[in-house]
């Protein structure tokens, strides 16, 4: 699962990385975001959704996406 | 008034909520594990790190047995206060609306600020006077207030703005200098301040003691 900031939500973790990016000498790097990976076994794919969003994330801050081979 | 203060592994301002709540009442803890709430008349959610903070503030919490009597005691119209990372708890939870992020600066804050009482009109705000100015300390490194801004605008127009940091006084970047909020049925509260801490002279302020004092003088 892959959980990043809301768009529009001031996100003080990728400013501080994207202010820190031009003193290593890397330019022109810019919207830089800082979220969060969840990995899991699971057995039943279908309570991903529920878990995201009771748990691993809360949905009026942070969006998720679910990722990997959930067949 | 018999106020309970809930104690998960993490919290560590749960003794100066249960010194302050015992200057206007009676008070004990609850321990996380137990869902019982003892027959108390008030919970409060207390400062902390509850369960370490780990994955997202008040996340984990709010899943405690505890909490979920909490949730039922505040939905039958029971007196909740949360603190800090009660507060957080608290949102966590959907008692209260909003989330807490951290600070825009990313940095621990630890100093008093005043606040002005958005409105007496709820059960931890009933001695307090609108637009009176509270000092009371705040300590916190994730205590910027966010909602939608249509969940603003819906909390000013219902007057349910708890306190707000006075102007200059925004210590982490909340949104319209929100510092806490009350509750749909007035009855819960969350602030990320600490009154706890603002109760005695000896600590520089007692304007603390008014959300507990309020609390207090409920019939129940």
């Not at chain 1, 400013?15 to 000498?25: N, S, W």
């Not at chain 2, 004990?28 to 780990?54: K, N, Q």
């Not at chain 2, 127009?157 to 929100?178: C, E, F, K, T």
């Amino acid at each position: 699962m892959l959980i990043r900031p809301k768009e529009g939500i001031l996100d003080p973790q990728g400013v501080a990385v994207e202010r820190a990016l031009p003193a290593l000498g890397f330019t022109g790097v810019s919207r830089v975001h800082v979220g969060r990976l969840v990995e899991l076994d699971v057995e039943d794919p279908s309570q991903l959704d529920e878990l995201c969003r009771t748990l691993l994330s809360n949905p009026l801050i942070e969006d998720y996406e679910i990722l990997g081979d959930v067949s | 008034m018999r106020f309970g203060v809930v104690q998960f592994p993490g919290s560590c301002d749960e003794v100066d909520a249960v010194l302050a709540a015992e200057r206007v009442g009676e008070a004990e803890l609850l321990w996380h594990r137990d869902a019982d709430l003892r027959g108390v008349d008030a919970v409060i959610v207390p400062g902390g790190f509850s369960y370490g903070d780990y994955l997202r503030v008040g996340a984990i919490a709010r899943f405690s047995p505890v909490m979920e009597s909490v949730i039922r005691f505040a939905q039958e119209g029971g007196p909740v206060l949360g603190i800090c990372n009660g507060f957080q708890v608290l949102c966590e939870a959907g008692l209260l609306p909003g989330a807490l992020l951290p600070n825009t600066r990313l940095r621990f804050v630890c100093r008093q600020a005043d606040l002005v009482v958005g409105t007496a009109n709820s059960a931890w705000s009933g001695d307090c006077t609108t637009g009176e100015i509270l000092s009371i300390p705040v300590k916190h490194t994730t205590g910027r207030y966010y909602a939608p801004e249509a969940m603003l605008d819906e909390l000013e127009a219902d007057d349910r703005v708890l306190v707000r940091y006075a102007n200059g006084h925004n210590p982490n970047g909340s949104l319209r200098d929100i510092a806490g909020v009350v509750g749909e049925g007035r009855n819960v509260v969350g602030l990320m301040p600490h009154p706890e801490h603002a109760v005695d002279p000896l600590t520089g302020s007692v304007d603390g003691l008014k959300l507990f004092a309020s609390a207090a003088s409920l019939r129940v």
